[in-house]
C-alpha cells in the first residue's frame, strides 16, 4: 500500500512517458530523472484506478517564495521501489545549525518512536536543494503502534515545540492521519479532528480514531 508522504522511485522507461507527455513541465522532469530523485506520494484523486498513484515532484521555492507542484498520475508498475518518509537521523546533513542541539534532543527523546520527516527539510536532504526558508517548519510523520504510544508521542511533540518549529500529522491505520497539534488539543475530550484519509478529508471523533488503533 502507497500512503501519503510516501517516497517513490521511477523506471526509466516511466520517467520516459512523463517527459513525452507534460511538455509544460518538461526541464523539472528532466532535473528529477537525470538525479533520480523520489517522487512524493499525496492524497488520492476522485475515481482514480487502483493500480493508479497519485504522486508529485515539488520544485525548491524561488526567490519569491513561490513554489511549483506537479500532480502526477503513476502506473503502479512503472514504480521501481518505494519507501516510507524519512527517519528522523536521515534528515540531520541538511539540518540548520540553529537547529541542531533542540533535533538531537528531540530525536534522543523519540528514538523509541516511529516518528518521520517529510516537507521541506525531507526535500532538501533527498536533493541537497535550497527548500528550507527563516519559516519553515519541521513536519514530522508520527505513526504510533499502540493507544500508549499515541498518547506519550503526542505529549513529546508538544514539549519540544518550544525549542523546534515542529509541524506534522499522527498516521492512524488504513492511511488516515490528523495534524498532531490539533490532536493534542483534543487529547481531553471526545472532539471531532479533521482526518486526512488516502482518498478524502473528513471530521472524526478522537475515540473512533483511538479505537481503530486498538483494534489495529
Known amino acids: 500500500m502507497f500512503a501519503r508522504h510516501d517516497l517513490i522511485w521511477l523506471k526509466p522507461a516511466a520517467w520516459?512517458?512523463?517527459c513525452t507527455a507534460q511538455a509544460a513541465t518538461l526541464a523539472a522532469l528532466q532535473r528529477w530523472r537525470d538525479a533520480d530523485w523520489p517522487l512524493i506520494v499525496r492524497r488520492r484523486e476522485p475515481d482514480t484506478p487502483d493500480d493508479i498513484i497519485c504522486a508529485g515532484i515539488a520544485v525548491p521555492p524561488d526567490a519569491d517564495g513561490t513554489k511549483l507542484r506537479i500532480p502526477l498520475l503513476i502506473p503502479a508498475s512503472h514504480i521501481a521501489h518505494h519507501r516510507a518518509p524519512l527517519a528522523l537521523h536521515e534528515v540531520l546533513p541538511a539540518l540548520p545549525e540553529r537547529w541542531h542541539a533542540a533535533f538531537d534532543a528531540f530525536a534522543e527523546d523519540a528514538a523509541a518512536y516511529d516518528m518521520r520527516v517529510y516537507g521541506s527539510l525531507a526535500l532538501q536532504?533527498?536533493?541537497?536543494?535550497?527548500?528550507l526558508r527563516d519559516g519553515s517548519d519541521i513536519d514530522i510523520q508520527f505513526r504510533p503502534s499502540s493507544i500508549q504510544q499515541l498518547d506519550e508521542g503526542s505529549r513529546?511533540?508538544?514539549s519540544h515545540l518550544a525549542n523546534l518549529p515542529l509541524d506534522g500529522e499522527i498516521a492512524f491505520p488504513n492511511g488516515r492521519a490528523v495534524a498532531w497539534k490539533e490532536?493534542?488539543?483534543a487529547r481531553e475530550n471526545t472532539a471531532r479532528v479533521l482526518v486526512k484519509a488516502t482518498g478524502s478529508v473528513h471530521l472524526a471523533t478522537t475515540d473512533s480514531l483511538r479505537a481503530a488503533l486498538e483494534n489495529a
Not at 125 to 131: E, K, M, R
Open 125 to 131: 536532504a533527498l536533493t541537497g536543494q535550497p527548500y
Open 156 to 158: 513529546l511533540l508538544a
Open 183 to 185: 490532536w493534542h488539543a
Open 16 to 18: 520516459d512517458a512523463l
